[in-house]
């Protein structure tokens, strides 16, 4: 049976790894090179590395450092953050990057989804989907670091993602991120009906519980988190543990 | 130290496969076109991308006679990973069609989910290796590897098969047949278990 994946976060900006709340004041936390040697050591998962500064700051990835932190990563690794070409993607796929995220670009210019899944098949395309709730209760896509509202619906632009060749999508509450009150589920599971490509829940988990959640209540394939992992005793050892005495298939 | 020939056809994460090479004790090395194959101990055929263009890059590179020459004529043992097995198949179904190496007489299919699986397989799930496949020796029925693909490979063959995984009705995860391998899994992306399957490999 296809087992739930439980997927640290890795957001880099600048020099380092950095805490958000709602995709801001982030503050630095640590080498990421460290963070996926230990990560490596237990064994986790899967890995998502955003470099969270790329899009604002109008630059492309980092590929020299994608190029050291795939060295010693012999576990799955998403890499995200200012991918903008077919050339961006073919550069991290080359480095050592397994999956690439794309953002900004997939709403701004969605051919490039198209022809990534083409040349480089879907399985290697994921779509990261950032929502925010308006106080009238809408739920819209926001891009550009969360800056900028697309006025997209994410059930529709995750349908359109869906139908260019996405092979995954990454669906964040900005509303929720770094504050550790749980993942926006309602979102994430009209999400989940509406697409047959897995789906990773992030945003907002603060226990176990929250994990839990979002794979019973909004059939999430995988959990991401970030601050759980960094900022509490909570490690991912002991949330595959949890989840397996609620009945969920996780690997040992 | 075995020297490793890895095959790039311009499309693959080299990298990961390189690395995870190096880290089981092997000696790799990048051959892009036929005329640099070299007389490897082992041949890795790694793999992302889609079936027609990693045919046609392939055949491009001049690839295609020095590796059946190696392989098939001098036994050098072959591994494909990911669309480097599916390429073992006589043909693909995947962007329109395209012939394969044909090693492994069969064709590669799109998974088609039965109870409501999502399409890619992505993660980790079992294998259960057939008795005697020597590439998956020491590694235990219902041991995860890391899956992410949309298409396998059906043999027509059925003692071709090294291993299977429940998914989507079930599907081929390896394929066998004399110096030829291929694992629909990442074995440099499967730790622990991945490294086993290398190193399984490289024994040879």
Not at chain 1, 26 to 38: D, T
Not at chain 2, 178 to 196: L, N
Request: contains cysteine; proline residues 5%; glycine residues 10%.
């Amino acid at each position: 049976m296809l087992k739930t994946r439980i997927i640290p976060t890795l957001l880099y900006k600048d020099f380092g790894l950095v805490k958000g709340v709602r995709f801001d004041s982030r503050r630095a936390v640590g080498s990421p090179m460290q963070a996926i040697k230990v990560y490596e050591m237990r064994g986790v998962d899967e890995l998502v590395f955003l470099d969270v500064a790329a899009t604002l700051a109008d630059r492309g990835p980092d590929f020299e450092l994608v190029d050291d932190l795939a060295d010693e990563c012999f576990m799955p690794l998403t890499v995200g953050g200012g991918v903008r070409s077919l050339d961006d993607v073919q550069r991290l796929l080359a480095v050592g990057a397994d999956k690439v995220c794309i953002g900004t670009t997939a709403v701004e210019r969605p051919e490039v989804i198209d022809r990534a899944a083409a040349r480089f098949g879907a399985q290697c395309v994921v779509v990261a989907i950032d929502t925010r709730t308006r106080d009238d209760g809408t739920t819209t896509a926001w891009i550009r670091s969360a800056t900028h509202d697309s006025g997209r619906d994410p059930v529709e632009l995750a349908r359109e993602m869906e139908h260019r060749g996405a092979g995954e999508l990454i669906v964040t509450s900005i509303d929720r991120d770094g504050t550790m009150t749980g993942y926006d589920l309602e979102t994430l599971g009209r999400v989940t009906q509406a697409v047959r490509v897995p789906v990773i829940a992030s945003g907002g988990a603060g226990s176990y519980a929250d994990l839990l959640a979002a794979v019973t209540d909004a059939d999430a394939s995988a959990v991401a988190a970030a601050s759980i992992f960094h900022f509490t005793q909570q490690t991912p050892a002991e949330a595959k543990a949890f989840l397996a005495d609620a009945g969920i298939p996780v690997r040992r | 130290m075995p020297r490793v020939a890895l095959i790039d056809y311009g499309l693959c994460n080299l990298d990961s496969a390189r690395r995870a090479i190096e880290e089981n004790g092997g000696q790799p090395y990048v051959v892009t076109s036929g005329d640099r194959l070299g007389r490897p101990d082992h041949i890795v055929l790694p793999g992302v991308g889609a079936f027609p263009d990693a045919m046609a890059n392939l055949r491009d590179r001049g690839l295609v006679e020095p590796l059946r020459d190696e392989v098939l004529v001098a036994g050098v043992p072959l591994l494909g990973i990911c669309l480097g097995m599916q390429l073992l198949a006589t043909s693909g179904d995947e962007a329109g069609g395209a012939q394969g190496l044909g090693w492994i007489p069969g064709t590669v299919v799109r998974l088609q989910a039965r109870n409501g699986e999502r399409v890619p397989h992505m993660g980790w799930n079992e294998i259960e290796p057939v008795a005697g496949a020597t590439l998956l020796e020491g590694i235990a029925s219902g041991t995860d590897v890391y899956f992410v693909h949309s298409f396998h490979l059906v043999p027509d063959d059925p003692t071709h098969i090294a291993a299977r995984t429940p998914y989507c009705g079930g599907f081929v995860s390896a394929v066998h047949d004399g110096p030829v391998f291929g694992v629909q899994f990442h074995p440099e992306k499967s730790q622990k278990t991945g490294f086993r399957v290398l190193a399984n490999f490289l024994a040879m």
